[in-house]
C-alpha cells in the first residue's frame, strides 16, 4: 500500500506529525509526506518517511500564493496512493486538501472535520478538545486504520554533525522563538530552563534567527552557547 500523509504548515507543525507517520509506515510499503516549503526539512528528519513532497498551498502560511490552476494540476497528477491521512491544526480545514485528493484518484481519505464533508473524506474523525497535536494525529491514524505502534514519543533520524557550531559531546537544544507567540514560552521561562539545564552539567545550546539575537542573548544569560 502506498500511503500519503500530509502537513502543509511550518517546522513545528511537521515534526509534531512524526508519531502519526510512524503509525502509517508500519502498515505500509512506502510514505510520501506532503509538506510546506517550511516543513521541508523536518519532514526529512522524520523516520518512516520514504519520500517528501514540496508544496506551497495557497490555505495555509502566512503569506500564501494566490491560486495557481497550472500549479493546482501539476500537483493533483504527481500524487500517487492508496489511503491518506490529511493533518491539520484544529482551527484548519482539511476539506481543499482532501478535494485535491480526490481530483488524484486516492481512495481512501481520512481527516480530522467539524464542517460536512460530502464526499470528500471516508473517514471524519472529530479530535478530543484541547488534544496534543501530536496525539490528535495518532488518534486520527488510529480511526483511519492505523494503530500506534511505539511509544508516541516525538522522534527524529540522527541529525548532521554540528561539532563546528556546538563543540563536542552531547548538547541539548533550547529554541525560544515561535512563528506565533502563542506558542513560545515566555523569556523568562527560556531563561529558567538554561539555568536549570545547565546546572545538572548538560551542555546547552541556543537557537534563533538573526531577528532574534535579543532574545537568544538574554535566554544564554553567558551560561549556555547562544547560536542565535
Known amino acids: 500500500m502506498r500511503a500519503l500523509v500530509t502537513r502543509l504548515d511550518s517546522f513545528g507543525d511537521v515534526l509534531l506529525a512524526g508519531p502519526a507517520v510512524r503509525a502509517v509506515a508500519?502498515?505500509?510499503?512506502?510514505?510520501t509526506l506532503l509538506c510546506g516549503p517550511q516543513g521541508a526539512p523536518?519532514?526529512?528528519?522524520?523516520?518512516?518517511?520514504?519520500?517528501?513532497?514540496?508544496?506551497?498551498?495557497?490555505?495555509?502560511?502566512?503569506?500564501?500564493?494566490?491560486?495557481?490552476?497550472?500549479?493546482?494540476?501539476?500537483?493533483?497528477?504527481?500524487?500517487d496512493a492508496d489511503a491518506a491521512l490529511v493533518l491539520t491544526s484544529f482551527h484548519q480545514s482539511?476539506?481543499?486538501?482532501?478535494?485535491?485528493?480526490?481530483?488524484?484518484?486516492?481512495?481512501?481519505?481520512?481527516?480530522?472535520?467539524?464542517?460536512?464533508?460530502?464526499?470528500?473524506?471516508?473517514?471524519?474523525?472529530?479530535?478530543?478538545?484541547?488534544?496534543?497535536e501530536a496525539e490528535a494525529a495518532l488518534e486520527l491514524a488510529?480511526?483511519?486504520?492505523?494503530?500506534?505502534?511505539?511509544?508516541?514519543?516525538?522522534?527524529?533520524?540522527?541529525?548532521?554533525?554540528?561539532d563546528t557550531l556546538t563543540g563536542d559531546g552531547p548538547y541539548v537544544v533550547v529554541h525560544p522563538g515561535a512563528s506565533v507567540p502563542a506558542r513560545a514560552?515566555?523569556?523568562?521561562r527560556c531563561a529558567q530552563a538554561v539555568r536549570e539545564l545547565t546546572a545538572t552539567g548538560r551542555h546547552v545550546v541556543v537557537s534563533g534567527g538573526a531577528g532574534e539575537r535579543d532574545l537568544t542573548a538574554y535566554v544564554a544569560g553567558g551560561r549556555a552557547l547562544d547560536l542565535g
Open 42 to 79: 523536518a519532514a526529512r528528519l522524520l523516520p518512516g518517511v520514504d519520500e517528501v513532497l514540496v508544496w506551497e498551498s495557497p490555505w495555509t502560511g502566512f503569506r500564501p500564493p494566490p491560486v495557481d490552476r497550472d500549479d493546482i494540476d501539476k500537483l493533483v497528477a504527481s500524487l
Open 26 to 31: 508500519a502498515r505500509a510499503d512506502h510514505v
Open 185 to 188: 514560552w515566555s523569556p523568562g
Open 142 to 162: 488510529e480511526a483511519a486504520g492505523f494503530p500506534r505502534v511505539d511509544d508516541g514519543r516525538l522522534r527524529v533520524l540522527p541529525p548532521p554533525a554540528a
Open 94 to 132: 482539511p476539506l481543499p486538501t482532501a478535494l485535491l485528493l480526490r481530483l488524484a484518484g486516492v481512495p481512501f481519505v481520512a481527516a480530522d472535520s467539524e464542517d460536512h464533508p460530502g464526499s470528500l473524506l471516508d473517514v471524519r474523525h472529530h479530535r478530543a478538545p484541547h488534544a496534543h
